[in-house]
């Protein structure tokens, strides 16, 4: 399973849950009545989300609805980590739309661009970009999931650290707390929604995806209460208790621009269900990865001697080429994706060049589980907890 393009009865589903999620939302009036004329909205996007460009075109048209003179509206980026400012996907909105949205990146080695919101309960300064500090009300458009660092994403995760500037963004860049379970105490965690509740009035859009990498459920509303909501149906919907471990897990990951931070994701959560020495098959759409952490993973002699580096000066794909070392540790990797077989051995995986040598590798195995969209899962053996 690689990522599917939505089909156009998708698309018109996912703007009915995007346009029912917008009327009712958890812990607060519809959009529309969150804001008065003369309102600076801020719309702060994770592009990680499923079909945020879908989501901005409606939170747009909805606070169009509003008379005597509207609001100014912002779409706030992060970083695009490619260099493209994000075009490919903003070549994308109608033009309506994009006339009506002033558009900012944010550039988190540029001090300007950033002003001082507080200092934390745990003493640390936070600087975000200004255009957040500015707002009237801040809209986030997020992605409910696990993650090893907080435990779980969403909400405020999309305004902190990606607004923020670069050494605190870099500081981020670990591959946090595998061994936790996500309902376990998170220092980040606790940081992050701290910054949420230092800046004031939000009204959030949150989405949980389905195995294609798509749209699957779209929560709106308060901070907290989406939180919450989300992550009681992330649990239901993503978390797996298997009985025992596997001696060959074969998981799918939508690919695409986050392919290989989505496969580090997958890769993580398959090895608690793996025997030690089992295997790992991936099924991804992935890029040729071009990030400084592969360049260094492809010319090396020994994965190991790279980790150490990766943790003391971490370049934006350290945290998934660090999850990808120690998964190459425990189990062997075999992965069936577009690149050649040059390019995946020498990141220390086995190729897989057709479907029949896939199924020869299921048919070996002792046993065998199936994870589709296994980045957006959390697994573990119940022996274990």
Not at 126 to 143: E, F, H, K, P
Request: charged share 25%.
């Amino acid at each position: 399973s690689v990522q599917r393009t939505p089909s156009e009865n998708q698309h018109a589903e996912h703007r009915r849950l995007v346009a029912a999620a917008l009327t009712a939302p958890i812990g607060l009036p519809a959009l529309i009545e969150c804001v008065v004329p003369g309102d600076r909205v801020v719309i702060a996007v994770d592009p990680e989300t499923p079909g945020w460009m879908e989501i901005v075109e409606q939170v747009t048209e909805s606070l169009q609805l509003l008379g005597h003179g509207g609001v100014t509206i912002t779409l706030l980026l992060p970083q695009d980590p490619s260099g493209d400012e994000w075009e490919p996907f903003l070549s994308g909105l109608p033009e309506q739309i994009r006339s009506a949205l002033a558009t900012r990146i944010h550039h988190p080695q540029d001090a300007e661009e950033r002003g001082y919101l507080a200092s934390s309960s745990g003493g640390e300064r936070i600087y975000l970009n200004r255009q957040l500090l500015d707002a009237d009300l801040i809209v986030t458009i997020g992605v409910i999931g696990f993650d090893s660092l907080l435990g779980y994403r969403g909400t405020s995760s999309v305004i902190f650290p990606s607004f923020s500037d670069e050494e605190t963004i870099r500081e981020t860049r670990v591959p946090g707390h595998p061994e936790l379970t996500p309902d376990q105490k998170r220092p980040r965690r606790e940081l992050v929604d701290e910054i949420g509740w230092l800046l004031g009035t939000q009204f959030t859009v949150q989405v949980l995806p389905d195995a294609d990498g798509n749209i699957g459920r779209v929560l709106t509303g308060a901070p907290d209460q989406v939180q919450q909501a989300g992550q009681a149906e992330l649990d239901q919907t993503w978390r797996i208790s298997a009985d025992d471990s596997f001696d060959l897990v074969l998981i799918s990951v939508p690919g695409g621009v986050f392919g290989w931070k989505q496969l580090g994701c997958a890769l993580e959560t398959a090895c608690r269900i793996v025997e030690p020495g089992g295997r790992v098959a991936i099924v991804a759409d992935v890029p040729i990865p071009e990030g400084p952490g592969a360049q260094m993973l492809r010319r090396t002699q020994d994965p190991e001697d790279l980790l150490k580096p990766l943790r003391r000066d971490p370049p934006e794909d350290a945290v998934e080429i660090s999850q990808l070392i120690h998964a190459q540790r425990r189990v062997r990797l075999f992965l069936f994706s577009g690149l050649a077989t040059e390019v995946v051995e020498e990141l220390g995986m086995f190729s897989i060049s057709n479907a029949d040598e896939l199924q020869k590798i299921v048919e070996q195995s002792r046993s065998t589980a199936v994870i589709r969209g296994a980045n957006f899962s959390w697994c573990d053996v119940m022996a274990t907890h």
